[in-house]
């Protein structure tokens, strides 16, 4: 995860952050311009994750969810001000993304694979969000009905033209289920491995109780994403468990995420 060294006045922000940011070097790792995150010099390494009031409630809520099975770090602080922030210790360990992941593709495939099969057994008994799946239809239901999406998204996931890809969702989304805790942006750069074990997960705000194909299809994007080929594919499949996977719901998690 890339960081860049930035410089910021610790009374920028709330009285509660003053021990962690005063006097310690800060530096950007955002990766969405949603929200900003800044890593924290501090001990071991902190994250302190900042945006719109109310929107990272979920995300506050998930994070100690993962982190009663060990899958997260423990949630320091939620503020909701103007803004919400968000303090995490540092996962200890390395996130997939790195060259040392991605120098042997086919044990990449196996640990992500392991690590999602281990998540996916997890009981769902007391998650914040119980019905992810309703979530995430109603929300590609507003954003095409709000023209909300990029003009490039279709193509880029296999559909003409939005129309066809959220004619998918509505023939098709009933299919879903809600019936597994899933990480719900399964990307590389959020699964963090230590000593060749799973280590935990970050940004878990898209989670809870849904459909297992949102994290086989995030996983299976990602790895295509980071490697820069489809090649392994058919072997992150094999690792998971090819029983378990429907390729059909696979194409409507696609055509929901149009509209992501």
């Known amino acids: 995860m890339k960081r860049k060294r930035i410089y910021i006045d610790p009374a920028d922000f709330p009285p509660e952050l003053f021990a962690y940011v005063n006097g310690f070097a800060l530096y950007d790792s955002s990766s969405s311009p949603s929200a900003r995150v800044y890593f924290i010099a501090k001990e071991n390494g902190y994250f302190l994750k900042t945006a719109a009031k109310g929107t990272l409630k979920t995300e506050a809520d ?11 770090s423990p ?11 968000l303090l995490t210790k540092k996962v200890a360990g390395n996130d997939c993304s790195e060259a040392r992941f991605l120098q042997d593709p086919k044990r990449l495939c196996d640990r992500l694979a392991e690590a999602m099969r281990l998540l996916h057994g ?4 007391g998650c914040p969000v119980k019905n992810h799946t309703k979530h995430y239809l109603s ?36 299919n ?3 019936d597994t805790l899933i990480h719900g942006d399964f990307c590389l750069p959020n699964v963090i491995f230590r000593n060749g074990k799973l280590s935990g997960f970050v940004d878990v705000g898209n989670g809870g109780v849904g459909d ?17 080929t489809n090649t392994y594919a058919q072997r992150f499949q094999d690792a998971y468990g ?19």
């Open 242 to 260: 090819r029983e378990s996977i429907d390729k059909e719901v696979l194409r409507t998690i696609a055509a929901i995420e149009v509209f992501g």
């Open 212 to 228: 297992r194909h949102v994290d086989i299809f995030w996983a299976l994007w990602s790895l295509n994403y980071n490697l820069k």
């Open 122 to 125: 997890f009981d769902t008994v």
């Open 62 to 72: 998930m994070t100690a969810y993962f982190n009663k099975f060990a899958l997260a």
């Open 176 to 178: 879903l289920k809600a």
């Open 139 to 174: 929300a590609a239901e507003r954003n095409y009905a709000a023209m909300r999406y990029e003009q490039s998204a279709p193509r880029a996931f296999g559909f003409s033209c939005a129309k066809e890809a959220f004619e998918r969702v509505q023939t098709h989304g009933g």
């Open 75 to 85: 949630v320091l602080m939620y503020l909701s001000r103007d803004y919400d922030y």
